[in-house]
């Protein structure tokens, strides 16, 4: 048997442990100590990452969870950091909630990972904040920030907050501020659509206005104009936007 012959089988023998009597009491020995040694890593590494999840779950529910994560899902990635990605995608590719399962389980899954994501995110380019007062010239969504939208209030969801059902879209918009702590905050329809657009492309302050005011023309396009400015001021200085000055004053 080739080495790679080996270390898939291996692999499949940890994963998938052999029927009971299949191995003699030797092998079975030194396998049970690989088979405990890589599960409690992935059980660690995953509790870590999701601990309000993992406080619905009596605990052997919660490993059922994890052992069926552990042999069902294929990584495509060896890194132990990227262990809650790929959980994940687990929960998001077709996993189906049993009796023991949160309702809320997969939007809550997704809200703690999101956090976990920005606080190690690695952006392609530098960040740059507005040190400034007023707009700059362009602004555009931060590589450190994320928009999320779900059926349950995540942000409430603890001991005293358990939903049953889910209800009205709740969007959430979590980024990395200037001193690397990741915050979120709880956004209106209206917010959100603001972020959805920087999002997109750079954009000046002009071009943002008449965007949104395009899709909710209702709205008094002067106080559109007064609710934006406060808002893209916060999210400007508190790095959830970041912003390109044609001379680069204010940014740092």
Same mark, same amino acid.
């Given at each position: 048997?080739?080495?790679? /012959? @080996?270390?898939?089988?291996?692999?499949?023998?940890? !994963?998938?442990?052999?029927?009971?009597?299949?191995?003699?009491?030797? $092998? *079975? !020995? !030194?396998?049970?100590?690989?088979?405990?040694?890589?599960? +409690?890593?992935?059980?660690?590494?995953?509790?870590?990452?999701?601990?309000?999840?993992?406080?619905?779950?009596?605990?052997?529910?919660?490993? !059922?969870?994890? %052992? =069926?994560?552990?042999?069902?899902? =294929?990584?495509?990635?060896?890194?132990?950091?990227?262990?809650? @990605?790929?959980?994940?995608?687990?929960?998001?590719?077709?996993?189906?909630?049993?009796?023991?399962?949160?309702?809320?389980?997969?939007?809550?899954?997704?809200?703690?990972?999101?956090?976990?994501?920005?606080?190690? %995110?690695?952006?392609?380019?530098?960040?740059?904040?507005? %040190?400034?007062?007023?707009?700059?010239? $362009?602004?555009?969504?931060?590589?450190?920030?994320?928009?999320?939208?779900?059926?349950?209030?995540?942000? *409430?969801?603890?001991?005293?907050? @358990?939903?049953?059902?889910?209800?009205?879209?709740?969007?959430?918009?979590?980024?990395?501020?200037?001193?690397? +702590?990741?915050?979120? =905050?709880?956004?209106?329809?209206?917010?959100?659509?603001?972020?959805?657009?920087?999002?997109?492309?750079?954009?000046?302050? $002009?071009?943002?206005? *008449?965007?949104?005011?395009?899709?909710?023309?209702?709205?008094?396009? /002067?106080?559109?104009?007064?609710?934006?400015?406060?808002?893209?001021?916060?999210?400007? =200085?508190?790095?959830?936007?970041?912003?390109?000055?044609? /001379? +680069?004053?204010?940014?740092?």
């Amino acid at each position: 048997m080739s080495l790679p /012959d @080996q270390l898939n089988a291996f692999a499949r023998s940890v !994963r998938y442990p052999s029927p009971q009597g299949a191995e003699d009491a030797d $092998t *079975k !020995r !030194r396998m049970d100590i690989y088979r405990s040694l890589f599960f +409690n890593n992935v059980n660690g590494f995953i509790q870590n990452g999701f601990p309000v999840l993992h406080s619905f779950y009596a605990e052997e529910e919660w490993e !059922r969870l994890v %052992r =069926q994560f552990f042999t069902e899902h =294929q990584c495509t990635s060896p890194y132990f950091i990227h262990i809650s @990605q790929e959980f994940i995608e687990y929960l998001s590719n077709g996993y189906q909630l049993t009796e023991h399962d949160p309702v809320f389980l997969k939007e809550m899954a997704h809200y703690e990972w999101l956090e976990l994501a920005l606080s190690v %995110r690695e952006p392609q380019q530098p960040v740059t904040y507005w %040190r400034q007062s007023g707009m700059p010239d $362009t602004m555009m969504a931060s590589p450190l920030s994320e928009l999320a939208g779900y059926p349950y209030a995540v942000h *409430k969801i603890g001991p005293d907050y @358990q939903p049953d059902s889910p209800g009205g879209m709740h969007y959430y918009l979590l980024y990395r501020d200037p001193q690397h +702590n990741v915050q979120f =905050q709880h956004l209106s329809p209206l917010s959100a659509l603001t972020m959805e657009l920087l999002a997109t492309q750079p954009t000046d302050f $002009t071009t943002l206005a *008449k965007a949104l005011h395009e899709k909710v023309p209702d709205i008094d396009y /002067d106080t559109l104009i007064n609710g934006l400015q406060q808002v893209l001021s916060g999210w400007l =200085q508190g790095g959830a936007v970041t912003a390109y000055d044609t /001379d +680069n004053s204010g940014v740092e």
